[in-house]
T-cell receptor, first 113, second 115 residues
């Protein structure tokens, strides 16, 4: 079944740890996105990719980094987690054309102590 | 530049009552518009989309929205609210084909349904 997956769903980690949030999609989409969302708040785009080896920073500055080595995989990495990184992270993908309808994963809720 | 404004961060209705969630957009070119729903601790699910075909768009779970160019609006409605409709709703706009593909989201509206 074509879908978009995120792991882990929940992560509680201490300050200074390196973490990677996984995102995979089986829809064959070229475009992928990472959003950051605080509880009850709007979504902020932090990274996006148009295809393999293509990554761009989004509208909200983030200390995280991303990579796109395979079409279906778009992981997000924090080299040194801090309490300010506590948030929900949502991954999405979309078709190339024409409407850019985005499909979202279930999200990862990150808590940094 | 594109933008989306959702009027009312919280809307409360009684079960069985009309649901109306407001969305106004700003775009220099004809937009594509979306409504998404987010249940607690989940990602966003597409409710419906406007892609310049019919101005009245029907979506899932009995929701519909009407594109009104003269009012730059894309309000979401449902004739009769159900308890399961309680969630966060986001309106979004994109330029569509040929652009970056980014969606511009509104700030969201929390819908509360009272028994």
């Amino acid at each position: 079944e074509a879908d978009i997956y995120q792991t882990p769903r929940y992560l509680v980690i201490g300050t200074g740890k390196k973490i990677t949030l996984e995102c995979s999609q089986t829809m064959g989409h070229d475009k992928m996105y990472w959003y950051q969302q605080d509880p009850g708040m709007e979504l902020h785009l932090i990274h996006y990719s148009y295809g393999v080896n293509s990554t761009e920073k989004g509208d909200l500055s983030s200390e995280s980094t991303v990579s796109r080595i395979r079409t279906e995989h778009f992981p997000l990495t924090l080299e040194s987690a801090r309490p300010s990184h506590t948030s929900q992270y949502l991954c999405a993908s979309s078709e190339r054309v024409p409407y850019n309808e985005q499909f979202f994963g279930p999200g990862t809720r990150l808590t940094v102590l | 530049a594109q933008s989306v404004t959702q009027l009312g961060s919280h809307v409360s209705v009684s079960e069985g009552a009309l649901v109306l969630l407001r969305c106004n957009y700003s775009s220099s070119v004809p937009p594509y518009l979306f409504w998404y729903v987010q249940y607690p601790n989940q990602g966003l699910q597409l409710l419906l989309k406007y892609t310049s075909a019919a101005t009245l768009v029907k979506g899932i779970n009995g929701f519909e929205a009407e594109f009104k160019k003269s009012e730059t609006s894309f309000h979401l409605t449902k004739p009769s609210a159900h308890m399961s409709d309680a969630a966060e709703y986001f309106c979004a706009v994109t330029l569509g084909s040929g652009n970056t593909g980014k969606l511009i989201f509104g700030q969201g509206t929390t819908l509360q349904v009272k028994p």
